[in-house]
C-alpha cells in the first residue's frame, strides 16, 4: 500500500501529539552509556542500561510468516509511528498488515487494538494481541529494549560490537541482529527471525 510522504508526516505529528498527552510524565530519557571504539567485537554486555524512559519513533514494520499445508508463505508490511513512555506505548500503524489503519496501546497489564475491521480486542499482552488480530507473530515486549540498543531482561548470549552496540541477541526462539548507521548508538534497523519461519524486519528513524 502506498501512501503520500506529506499525509504521513501530518498523521505522524498529530499522533505523537496525543502520545505526550496521554503518555509523558515526569522523568528524562536515561543517556546510553558509551564505550571507546576499536575494530574488534565483543561478546559481554558492559554497563548497558535496560531501556530508554521513553522515545518517538517512526519508520516501516515488514512481517514474515511461514508456509503450512494449505498456503505459502505469506508477507505484510505496514508505516508506523511508536510512543513509549516506561512500561506503556501507543503504536500506530498505517496499511496494517491486512487489516487497514490499527492503534495498539498498552498500560503495563493490558494490550488493546483498534482497527476497522477487528474492532476493539484487548489481551494481557501485546504478542497475543497482535496474533489474535492478524495472525501474525512479533516479539513486541522485548523491542523497547532493542529499539534502546540494549538486550531484553530476558535475552540470552547477547554480542556487542568494538563501540558496545547490541549487534545480536537472543529470546526465546526469536534471533535479533542489529543494523546501524555509522557511529549512531541507537540501531537503524531490527531483524528478528524463528526457525519455523517467522520474520520481522524493521527500519527505525529516531
Known amino acids: 500500500m502506498s501512501l503520500s510522504t506529506p499525509s504521513y508526516k501530518l498523521n505522524k505529528f498529530a499522533l505523537f501529539s496525543a502520545m505526550t498527552a496521554a503518555l509523558v510524565i515526569t522523568s528524562g530519557c536515561q543517556s546510553l552509556k558509551t564505550a571507546n571504539a576499536t575494530n574488534q567485537p565483543m561478546t559481554t554486555v558492559q554497563n548497558q542500561p535496560q531501556k530508554l524512559e521513553s522515545f518517538n519513533i517512526t519508520g516501516k514494520i515488514g512481517v514474515t ?3 503450512n499445508d494449505t ?3 505469506q508477507g505484510g508490511s505496514a508505516f508506523y509511528a511508536w510512543g513509549q513512555q516506561d512500561d506503556r506505548f501507543a503504536i500506530e500503524l498505517i496499511g496494517a498488515l491486512g487489516i487497514g489503519k490499527t492503534n495498539i496501546e498498552y498500560n503495563g497489564q493490558t494490550a488493546t487494538l483498534v482497527s476497522e475491521k477487528t ?12 496474533k489474535k ?3 501474525w507473530q512479533a516479539p513486541i515486549s522485548q523491542m523497547p529494549y532493542w529499539i534502546s540498543g540494549n538486550p531484553a531482561p530476558s535475552d540470552s548470549a547477547p554480542e ?3 563501540q558496545n552496540r547490541l549487534i545480536s541477541s537472543v529470546n526465546g526462539d526469536w534471533s535479533a541482529s542489529f543494523t546501524y548507521k555509522g557511529s549512531d548508538k541507537l540501531p537503524s534497523k531490527i531483524s ?3 526457525p519455523q519461519g517467522n520474520k520481522v524486519v524493521m527500519t527505525i528513524n529516531h
Do not use: F, I
Open 133 to 135: 488480530a492478524t495472525g
Open 192 to 194: 528478528a527471525v524463528q
Open 65 to 67: 510468516t511461514p508456509a
Open 71 to 73: 498456503t505459502g508463505a
Open 119 to 130: 474492532g476493539t480486542l484487548t489481551a494481557d499482552d501485546p504478542e497475543e494481541l497482535l
Open 160 to 162: 556487542m560490537d568494538g
